[in-house]
């Protein structure tokens, strides 16, 4: 299929002077001679919900990957292109990984809490980090479930293990393991898709909340959510970034044929 190559960063950049958070320019990534990437360029805004879409096998994973360099993970991967975190290349030979993950956290679709109690899966991070001191991490603690919009369900069962919870109790604990460490950016990867509408709606109207203080980049199946919860979304299409624009002109008036066929459900 012929792909419109025109620069979708520009239809994004709006007349703001704020920089973006994250800029990334001519984005190619290979698993072994398959290219998934084929060179896109989008950059993201400070408290904003970008949502991703796009039919399977569009890339979406794999480019949300890139943007904390979760595919360093995965034999045979070759990565191509520009990807700075607030000015800095991420991809630079000195990046300390492990804070840039701190920087730019992760959700994952199943939800994956550690086998330990509430509290030791939202200290984790602090504890890597060497925070001992308890009043300190009580706090965090609290704070971050408190974001998770989870603190009251959960406050008198902290020492109970993680893994009793419901499936939408997990994907907020874990949530809130990444939030305990203060990152700027969150990813998640389609990370409603494997529970209940309810569960579900409480995670959308959290992230609602969450950005006023974080940025965060949603990859996501279901576009009733993309266009309830998301301020832009990216349409992606075997490899290449088809349109990025404001949600309500994405899915309004969208000004490629690709993602109306998208989004009318003509396809994918
Ligand atoms: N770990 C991997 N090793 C090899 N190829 C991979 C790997 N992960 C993804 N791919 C390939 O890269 C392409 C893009 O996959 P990706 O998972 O990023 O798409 P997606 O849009 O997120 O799909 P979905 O919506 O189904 O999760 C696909 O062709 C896929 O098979």
């Not at 360099?69 to 492990?98: C, E, F, H």
Request: some cysteine; charged content about 25%; proline content about 4%.
């Amino acid at each position: 299929m012929a792909m419109a190559m025109t620069k979708p960063t520009e239809q994004a950049a709006g007349t703001t002077t704020q920089p973006p958070i994250i800029d990334t320019e001519d984005v190619h990534l290979f698993y072994g001679s398959n290219e998934a990437l084929k060179g896109i360029s989008m950059s993201f805004k400070e408290n904003e919900i970008t949502a991703l879409i796009g039919p399977s096998g569009c890339g979406k994973s794999t480019y949300l990957r890139t943007l904390n360099r979760m595919n360093d993970l995965i034999p045979n991967v070759t990565i191509k292109g520009k990807v700075d975190l607030k000015g800095q290349d991420i991809y630079a030979s000195n990046m300390d990984t492990v804070r840039l993950r701190k920087e730019v956290g992760m959700v994952f679709q199943q939800p994956n809490p550690f086998p330990f109690s509430i509290y030791d899966n939202v200290t984790y991070g602090l504890r890597i980090a060497g925070v001992k001191d308890r009043g300190r991490l009580d706090e965090a603690v609290e704070t971050a479930l408190r974001q998770a919009a989870i603190w009251d369900e959960l406050k008198d069962k902290l020492h109970q293990s993680a893994m009793a919870l419901s499936g939408g109790q997990q994907q907020r604990v874990c949530i809130a393991r990444v939030l305990a460490v203060k990152p700027d950016v969150i990813l998640l990867d389609e990370p409603t898709s494997a529970l209940d509408p309810i569960s579900s709606s409480q995670i959308e109207n959290m992230l609602v909340e969450l950005k006023k203080n974080y940025t965060i980049i949603l990859v996501t199946h279901n576009m009733a959510q993309a266009s309830r919860i998301s301020d832009r979304t990216a349409f992606f299409l075997q490899g290449h970034l088809i349109e990025y624009n404001d949600t309500k002109t994405i899915f309004l008036n969208p000004q490629k044929k690709e993602t109306e066929d998208y989004i009318s459900g003509r396809f994918g």
